[in-house]
C-alpha cells in the first residue's frame, strides 16, 4: 500500500531560526513528489516538485531535498518568517498507466512565533 | 479573482439534506478534482474527470456524486448528508505538469 508519513506533526519555532521539515514514503513506481504549503483556511499551493532524478532544489527560503534510494524527502526552511505558519504537505505521485496516482501525507503543522 | 472558485464556503446542514458544492475554473485545465479534508488525515480524493465526458471515482465515492458541467465546472453533491460528511472540501485542476491548483475550500457541517 503506497503510503507518505510525515514528522513531526507539529513545530513550534522563533522567528529567524531555520526548520527541516521530514516526508518518507512507500510509493512505487515512483514519479514525482511535491511539497504544498496549506495556510489556516485556505487550499494547499505547491511550493516545489521533485523529480527521481532531482537531489535538491531551492525556491527562495525553501530548499527540498530528495533521497530517491532512501525514499526520504526534506524540507528545509531559512529564516523563517512570521507568514511561514502554515501545514506543509508533501505529496508523492505514483505512475499508473497513463495517469498518476497522488498519495497526500497528513502534513507538519509549523508555527513560527515571536 | 481566484482561479478556482467553490461554493459555498460553508454550509451548515442537518442529516437526510441535499447538498451540492460548486466549483468553477479559469485556469482552462481539463484535470478537476474534489477532495475531502479531516483533521488528522491526508486530503482524500473523492471523484476526478479528466474532461467533460469522464467521470472517475476516487477512493471515497460512497455517499457522494458528481456532475461535469462543463470543462470549468465541477459540482458535488451529497444526496443525503450524514454527520461524518463533515469535513473541508477542496476542488482542484491540474494542467499538463500536474501541479494541482487548489480552491479555497468549502466547509461543511452536517447537523
Known amino acids: 500500500k503506497n503510503q507518505v508519513e510525515q514528522s513531526p506533526q507539529s513545530l513550534i519555532i522563533l522567528e529567524g531560526k531555520n526548520c527541516t521539515l521530514q516526508c518518507n514514503y512507500t510509493v512505487s513506481p515512483f514519479s514525482n513528489l511535491r511539497w504544498y504549503k496549506q495556510d489556516t483556511g485556505r487550499g494547499p499551493v505547491s511550493l516545489t516538485i521533485m523529480t527521481f532524478s532531482e537531489n535538491t532544489k531551492s525556491n527562495g527560503r525553501y530548499t527540498a531535498t530528495l533521497d530517491a534510494d532512501t525514499k526520504q524527502s526534506s524540507l528545509h526552511i531559512t529564516a523563517s518568517q512570521l507568514s511561514d505558519s502554515a501545514s506543509y504537505i508533501c505529496?508523492?505521485?505514483?505512475?499508473?498507466?497513463?495517469?498518476?496516482?497522488?498519495?497526500f501525507g497528513t502534513g507538519t503543522r509549523l508555527q513560527v512565533t515571536l | 479573482d481566484a482561479d478556482v472558485t467553490q461554493t459555498p464556503r460553508n454550509r451548515i446542514t442537518k442529516t437526510g439534506k441535499r447538498i451540492m458544492l460548486e466549483c468553477s475554473q479559469t485556469k482552462g485545465h481539463d484535470r478537476m478534482y474534489w477532495y475531502r479534508q479531516d483533521p488528522g488525515l491526508g486530503l482524500r480524493l473523492i471523484y476526478y474527470s479528466f474532461d467533460v465526458k469522464d467521470i472517475n471515482k476516487g477512493e471515497i465515492s460512497d455517499g457522494y456524486s458528481v456532475s461535469r458541467q462543463a470543462q470549468a465546472k465541477f459540482s458535488l453533491s451529497l444526496e443525503s448528508a450524514i454527520p461524518n460528511q463533515t469535513a473541508l472540501y477542496f476542488c482542484a485542476t491540474s494542467g499538463e505538469t500536474g501541479e494541482l491548483f487548489f480552491g479555497e475550500g468549502s466547509r461543511l457541517t452536517v447537523l
Open positions: 505529496v508523492v505521485s505514483a505512475i499508473s498507466g497513463t495517469a498518476s496516482k497522488l498519495t
